[in-house]
């Protein structure tokens, strides 16, 4: 994706105030504080983020899961989940968009979450 997801998500808030509005306590009702941990949560969302073939969710939920404390092996293992329920389509963006975000150097990869809403 050209533009950073954050900003996207900024110019959707300004458009659409109320709908970014509830999908932002959505996000934070499904994703905060549970009986699951922030980092197994995230990793979820790294899986699911596949098997929908969400390019910029991938990018954003395998940042997400490193700057948790994720490992390499536990972020591959949510992908090999996903390749499971999503078949060859989940593989190749597993290849293309998970592979990368994982191989850039830590500097690259952990971010603020700060506003993550994909």
């Not at 109320?18 to 949560?41: I, N, P």
Request: contains cysteine; negative net charge; aromatic residues 4%.
């Amino acid at each position: 994706m050209k533009r950073d997801l954050e900003t996207a998500f900024e110019d959707l808030r300004h458009g659409l105030p109320d709908v970014m509005r509830t999908f932002s306590e959505l996000h934070g009702a499904a994703s905060g504080k549970g009986v699951l941990s922030e980092k197994t949560k995230k990793l979820i969302m790294v899986g699911i983020s596949a098997s929908i073939r969400c390019e910029p969710c991938i990018r954003t939920h395998v940042k997400g899961a490193l700057g948790l404390g994720a490992s390499r092996e536990e972020i591959l293992e949510a992908a090999g989940v996903a390749i499971l329920m999503g078949g060859g389509p989940t593989a190749a963006y597993c290849a293309a968009y998970l592979l990368e975000e994982l191989n850039r150097g830590p500097q690259d990869s952990i971010t603020s979450e700060q506003g993550e809403n994909p």
